[in-house]
C-alpha cells in the first residue's frame, strides 16, 4: 500500500514536503508518480520518479518549483513542493505503475493528502 | 503534450443498461490507454490497462476497446455500484487524464 502525508494549509510562495510511504511490494522496482486533484478538476500528474531514482519528470507548470526524490533506506517517495501558488491547491496522490522497471498504468493508490495554498 | 477529449461528461442510466464512455486523443498512443473508476472521497482504481487488459478483480462486465486516437469504456449490465466518474488515462508520453465521466442514476 501507499501512505500519504504532509498535506496542510500553507500561503502563497511557502513550501510543503510530501511524503510516500510504501509497504507490500519491491519499492525499488517500481515507478512511483504524484498525482494532483483540484477540487471540481481532473486528475494531473505532476510528478515522477523511475524505480532507481536516476530520472525524474515533472509536468511543466511545476518544473522548478517541485522536486521528487525516493530513499529507499525508508520505502518512501518525497514531493518537495516550493514558491507554492494558489492553482496548486488539490488533493495530491501518489500511485505505482503496475509492472515493475518500466511505466505502466497506476495500480496502487495512497489515499491523498490534502493541499491548501491560500492566505 | 497530448490532449485527451473524454465524452460526454456526464451519462444518465440505469440499473442493468449499456453504457459506452469515449476518449479521443489527440496524437496516437495506441495501446498506452487505461481507464479508472472514482468515487466520491476515494482515489482512482484501476479498470483496464494497454486499452483492453482488464485489472485483476474487475468484473468482467467492464470492456475497453479502441486504437488510433480513439478508445472507448464499455460497461454491460450497469450495476448499482458503477454509479461513479471514469477517467481515461494516456500513458504513451508521459501521462494526461480525460477529464471524467459522471455516471448518474437516471
Known amino acids: 500500500q501507499l501512505v500519504e502525508s504532509g498535506g496542510g494549509l500553507v500561503q502563497p510562495g511557502g513550501s510543503l514536503r510530501l511524503s510516500c510511504e510504501v509497504s507490500?511490494?519491491?519499492?525499488?522496482?517500481?515507478?512511483i508518480y504524484w498525482v494532483r486533484q483540484a477540487p471540481g478538476r481532473g486528475l494531473e500528474c505532476v510528478a515522477t520518479i523511475k524505480q532507481d531514482g536516476r530520472e525524474e519528470y515533472y509536468m511543466d507548470s511545476v518544473k522548478g518549483r517541485f522536486t521528487i526524490s525516493r530513499d529507499s533506506a525508508k520505502d518512501s517517495v518525497y514531493l518537495q513542493m516550493n514558491s507554492l501558488r494558489v492553482e496548486d491547491t488539490a488533493v495530491y496522490y501518489c500511485?505505482?505503475?503496475?509492472?515493475?522497471?518500466?511505466?505502466?498504468?497506476?495500480?496502487?493508490w495512497g489515499q491523498g493528502t490534502r493541499v491548501t495554498v491560500s492566505s | 503534450d497530448i490532449q485527451m477529449t473524454q465524452s460526454p461528461s456526464t451519462l444518465s442510466a440505469s440499473v442493468g443498461d449499456r453504457v459506452t464512455i469515449t476518449c479521443r486523443a489527440s496524437?496516437?498512443?495506441?495501446?498506452?490507454l487505461a481507464w479508472y473508476q472514482q468515487k466520491p472521497g476515494g482515489a482512482p482504481k484501476l479498470l483496464i490497462y494497454?486499452?483492453?487488459r482488464l485489472e485483476t478483480g474487475v468484473p468482467s462486465r467492464f470492456t475497453g476497446d479502441g486504437s488510433g486516437p480513439e478508445f472507448s469504456l464499455t460497461i454491460s449490465d450497469l450495476q448499482p455500484d458503477d454509479f461513479a466518474t471514469y477517467f481515461c488515462q494516456q500513458y504513451h508520453t508521459y501521462w494526461t487524464f480525460g477529464q471524467g465521466t459522471k455516471v448518474e442514476v437516471k
Open positions: 507490500g511490494f519491491a519499492f525499488s522496482s517500481y515507478w
Open positions: 496524437q496516437t498512443i495506441s495501446p498506452w
Open positions: 500511485a505505482r505503475g503496475r509492472m515493475r522497471w518500466t511505466n505502466d498504468a497506476f495500480d496502487i
Open positions: 494497454k486499452t483492453s
